[in-house]
């Protein structure tokens, strides 16, 4: 028998607002009747128990509220976002740090997130820095998992092995995959092609028991030449908002060449399911959240634009982070473990 | 009245044979009859000819054979690349170095091409490293400047500014944009974002007379929001080749998913022409080719891939090049100037 999950739902943040991470929150429980999961909805309690006695047949639901009395703002600096000790994102991470939560889900803004997340749980046994998990789409069936996409700006070649392990474990117990292969994102396939910090973990990649198949390039990453991209998050972070900027580029310019003709507009019409697909599959909101990994707790946090399935989504993969017990399993690879030493060996 | 353009084209470069690169070559001056471009035509003479006799009418076309006994293969390592001193590529380069032609068009082996293109010509007085220009599309009527895309792996501040420097001459002279906008690519608007590279190099942009308009993140490349973008090679490389597979993405996708319905077959059908041009958005065929800035004459780097427009467009921006004078503005704002006062002071 499963223990009872409890996650924290930072509802206050998003670009759509607490209506539509209240909806997802209600669509995951609806979902997954008495599988011993309980949210703690946090923000402004009038707000949310308002908007959530709007929806149907809530009774017996097993939620609760939290009452935080201040907001961050989704473009509000980090500094500034940092101060605010009594926001829904603070006192979510504050529950989880002192036990009440076992994991904390945001749709909020991200810097704030990512660094009030490393500063509250502090990193996890052995882990240097925390990565961002980003998922893009591939050709094949399976997603392919990316990191860092921007927790950090230089990432030396110890932090990407430890990207690799990290990224490597949550490929198994989340997207279940058996010794998930690992790439790592240069500028050729060749050993010695990269900048200084690739060239490095290269050579700490292929003495590793992980399944690195060495150097991937740009095009490789929608093919789903590998399981795990394993990138510095510079490089990452601007990869990750290219790739989401695709879909609002390719239907801004579908809108405005179908509509300016009537075999175009019945062409639309007969496709329109298939576009949907399409668009969807650049779209965040599909994979939901993307987890913090290296922290001492579990935080995922969605995309600023996350709509009601994302949320959920979001949920699901932080159900499922505390179920495989994804940090021991980090913790378990990485504690103790001289890396440095990898290197030179 | 404008003097003649002599163009070394290396014709045995480029993943779908020689027959593709004349078909180009054939396209352009068809195009342009009389305008002065003389096309000297490197690789095996007999075989080129062959292929050149099976065109229709092209009596008078102003051409030469110039022959070239080896061919350097796409996948060749650069260090065996550069070693072939009789290829169709060492000959058009050593051309160009003699002064015999104004310009060198290849859809050979990029790494090859570069390298050998750096070595063989030289730096153009002023400037620390060339960089590889890419364009890609945009949501305006306009495409985007983005260098560089791979010559270098790792650039300090003074050559982002100088990259800077010569995407916006380049956008200027080329793309005929006043005072062209400059982004500099990072993970973050605000200043203070960036590693330690691009924090360096805001400072020297911002007080510099470019048109410069701040930090642009991954998602601003495609909005349009500025009409050159500034980056490390390596950063570069991977959006570029990343953008580039986005085409195949979407279209092996839709085959998939469109055979499989008869609506969606209809629908395809009436949809045809706009899903075409909206494949040829991605198409770096469509702009031809990568310059390679900052060498002391002309390299056109076409796609590999390229297809007989690609290697007309190629042809075009190389005539335009020297036409324009690119070079010359490039070396008369970078040659004498000590970059590094500009950071101190």
């Known amino acids: 028998l499963k223990t009872t999950v409890r996650i924290a739902l930072d509802a206050m943040g998003g670009d759509k607002g607490p209506e539509v991470v209240l909806k997802g929150a209600y669509d995951y429980l609806r979902d997954h009747v008495g599988n011993g999961v309980k949210l703690y909805i946090v923000g402004k309690k009038d707000l949310l128990s308002g908007i959530w006695g709007s929806f149907k047949k809530t009774a017996g639901y097993p939620i609760e509220f939290v009452h935080a009395g201040e907001i961050v703002g989704m473009d509000e600096p980090i500094s500034r976002g940092l101060k605010k000790k009594d926001s829904s994102l603070a006192v979510a991470l504050r529950m989880h740090k002192l036990g009440d939560v076992d994991s904390v889900v945001s749709a909020g803004n991200t810097g704030v997130c990512m660094a009030s997340g490393v500063r509250s749980l502090g990193r996890l046994e052995g882990v240097s820095r925390p990565a961002i998990t980003g998922t893009f789409p591939t050709l094949k069936e399976k997603s392919v998992v990316v990191l860092d996409v921007g927790a950090n700006v230089d990432s030396p070649p110890q932090n990407l092995y430890q990207f690799a392990v990290m990224g490597s474990i949550y490929a198994s117990y989340i997207n279940r995959l058996n010794r998930p292969t690992v790439g790592l994102l240069s500028i050729g396939e060749e050993k010695v092609k990269g900048n200084e910090s690739t060239l490095q973990a290269y050579k700490i990649l292929e003495k590793s028991s992980l399944n690195f198949i060495g150097n991937i390039e740009g095009n490789d990453i929608l093919t789903g030449k ?27 310019k579908m809108r405005r060449q179908v509509s300016s003709n009537l075999f175009s507009r019945a062409g639309a019409y007969l496709l329109a399911p298939f576009l949907k697909r399409l668009k969807n599959t650049f779209d965040p909101a599909k994979y939901g959240g993307a987890p913090l990994l290296g922290v001492n707790g579990v935080v995922i946090i969605s995309h600023g634009s996350s709509n009601e399935l994302a949320i959920k989504n979001a949920i699901r993969v932080a159900v499922r982070m505390v179920h495989e017990k994804v940090n021991e399993h980090i913790s378990g690879k990485l504690a103790g473990h001289n890396i440095v030493e990898n290197v030179k060996s």
């Open 226 to 252: 590998c399981d795990v991209v394993v990138t510095d998050g510079f490089a990452g972070n601007i990869i990750l908002k290219f790739g989401e900027s695709i879909k609002t580029y390719l239907f801004t």
